[in-house]
Nanobody, 122 residues
Framework: VQLQASGGGLVQAGGSLRLSCLASGNIFSIDGMGWSRQAPGKQREVVATITSGGTTDYAGSVKGRFTISRDNAKNTVYLQMNGLKPEDTAVYYC?????????????????WGQGTLVTVSS
């Protein structure tokens, strides 16, 4: 199973970006998916999560500006980021929890994607 994140880049403050993360590899189902970020010199923090049923949760710092969604048929999770601020600058990582795949039989596993850099200029 691999997670491939994309969509990062450089944007001015107030702008928008949409991150995507595709999970691939003979996947039967995925429980939770989410996005975390790590800014230089800071610990990684959870930004947003979404369950297989569509229940979402957000960090307080992004609530009202970011929207997480997923396409279960495509095993893809998205993060729409509006009203970006310089403090949103970070490497953004996607993750998938409780992945049931052919390669692991009946054992669920968790996976992380590589990061995608988001830079917000002031």
């Amino acid at each position: 199973v691999q997670l491939q994140a994309s969509g990062g880049g450089l944007v001015q403050a107030g702008g928008s970006l949409r991150l995507s993360c595709l999970a691939s590899g003979n996947i039967f189902s995925i429980d939770g998916m989410g996005w975390s970020r790590q800014a230089p010199g800071k610990q990684r923090e959870v930004v947003a999560t979404i369950t297989s049923g569509g229940t979402t949760d957000y960090a307080g710092s992004v609530k009202g500006r970011f929207t997480i969604s997923r396409d279960n048929a495509k095993n893809t999770v998205y993060l729409q980021m509006n009203g970006l601020k310089p403090e949103d600058t970070a490497v953004y990582y996607c993750n998938a929890e409780g992945v049931l795949s052919r390669s692991r039989g009946r054992v669920k596993a968790d996976y992380w994607g590589q990061g995608t850099l988001v830079t917000v200029s002031s």
